[in-house]
């Protein structure tokens, strides 16, 4: 049976990260989708595991062949989700997960729009701003920019995006178990939550 394709969204700060890592270990049939980049590796990235590293010339390679399922070009480095991946994990019976912004949804939605998306969503923009600000990692000008960004990221995505699932992460660990039920209903093999190990 083919696997299930299962798409991630959220504003930044919204918690997302936070949720998939710790929900998806209970579900061992899952697979992250890796990515295409010309960004040059960090110290410990292999090629394959963390992204399919390219030259620019092998990326718009891949783009003039119609090789990848959506693809953006971010700070000079190009982006980008291999069809192949994708193709083959399925024919493993995989779940495949990927984490995609609201607008990258959009055209992922045109090649798989079988794809079931998760929407993560603050429990309100001042409680994002908040998190945002705890990080510390933010100056005046950049949380502004980012909570302009996430203003309109959350209203394309309530009403023009195509997400099945809205969670409100308030509480964490009540997201969780919304999560985990929502992953519980698409993944194609039972997790360790179902068979109660």
């Known amino acids: 049976m083919p696997g299930t394709l299962i798409v991630f969204s959220a504003a930044s700060g919204a918690g997302k990260t936070t949720l998939m890592n710790r929900v998806m270990p209970s579900f061992p049939n899952v697979v992250y989708s890796v990515s295409a980049t010309t960004r040059k590796p960090r110290s410990g990235e292999i090629d394959g595991t963390h992204y399919f590293f390219k030259t620019e010339e092998e990326f718009e390679k891949m783009i003039e062949k119609n090789e990848l399922v ?17 193709e083959q994990k399925l024919a493993e019976g995989k779940d495949v997960i990927f984490d995609l912004d609201v607008f990258g949804k959009i055209n992922f939605d045109k090649v798989y729009p079988q794809a079931i998306g998760i929407l993560i969503l603050p429990p309100n923009l001042e409680e994002l701003e908040k998190r945002l600000c705890l ?35 308030e509480d964490l660990e009540a997201a969780v178990i919304e999560l985990e039920g929502i992953m519980v209903k698409y993944s194609s093999l039972k997790s360790s939550i179902q068979s109660g190990s």
């Open 135 to 169: 990080r510390k990692t933010e100056t005046e000008e950049t949380l502004r920019l980012r909570m302009e960004n996430a203003k309109k990221e959350i209203d394309f995505a309530l009403n023009k995006g195509k997400y099945q699932h809205v969670i409100y992460n």
């Open 70 to 86: 959506e693809w953006n070009k971010v700070h000079s480095n190009y982006y980008g989700t291999p069809k192949s991946f994708v």
